[in-house]
């Protein structure tokens, strides 16, 4: 991976990971507030890691026609992207980097949230993969047709003053049916899957280690918090 994602001055990000589920809005509102403070240099850069209640987010681009039954609660995310769902079981990511320091190049960092995903899954023998004009990660599943691909990470990313915000969203045991009140990312023909789904059983936590190990392999070094609680939908 290209190094100029790495901070050039090889300064920490702070790695936090919340042990209770995250109220969405109050996630939004604390993100906005860190990425101010990383633009005016009184914080360190930051990723944190957590899970959400069940919810539906609307990006950018987001088509009304698809949502077909909103039966979470739907929030604006402000993000790019279309409809998306979070809920227990799947692991968000938030990702607050200063491009400043590391190239300002939004197309890098987007290749490099996808490599990171590609990474983690690699460390548990499943093959995740790009595909042109669909952004996050795939898994072919000749099982389920000819031409069936799946998507096990969304990833939506939104900058500011060349600070990042927002992230990725990796599928690990969720209730897959939730995602059948929308359309996934404005895509019809192909479906959702998670590690759960193709038959990798893991704990949040185990995979939080992967992701760290492999996020420093592409960003640089981390700093863990110690793990924070997070404020209830």
Not at 109 to 132: P, S
Request: glycine fraction near 10%; hydrophobic fraction near 40%.
């Amino acid at each position: 991976m290209d190094t100029k994602l790495h901070h050039e001055d090889g300064a920490s990000v702070e790695w936090s990971v919340f042990d209770t589920p995250y109220a969405y809005e109050q996630a939004l509102a604390d993100m906005d507030a860190r990425v101010a403070a990383i633009a005016a240099g009184t914080a360190p850069e930051a990723v944190w890691l957590l899970e959400h209640p069940p919810l539906y987010t609307a990006g950018t681009s987001a088509r009304t026609e698809d949502l077909l039954n909103p039966r979470f609660p739907v929030f604006a995310a402000g993000r790019g992207g279309q409809y998306t769902y979070h809920g227990p079981g799947q692991r968000v990511a938030y990702v607050m980097l200063d491009l400043t320091r590391r190239g300002r190049d939004i197309r890098c960092l987007v290749q490099g949230l996808e490599q990171w995903v590609i990474d983690t899954l690699e460390a548990y023998n499943l093959h995740g993969e790009r595909r042109e004009g669909r952004v996050g990660v795939w898994v072919a599943r000749p099982d389920r047709g000819l031409g069936r691909e799946d998507k096990i990470a969304a990833i939506g990313v939104r900058v500011r003053k060349w600070v990042t915000f927002h992230g990725i969203s990796l599928n690990v045991s969720p209730d897959l049916s939730h995602y059948d009140g929308i359309v996934p990312c404005g895509i019809s023909d192909q479906g959702v899957t998670s590690f759960e789904d193709l038959g990798v059983l893991l704990s949040l936590p185990e995979v939080d280690s992967v992701l760290r190990d492999r996020f420093e392999a592409i960003f640089g070094p981390t700093a863990q918090r110690e793990a924070r609680v997070a404020m209830r939908a």
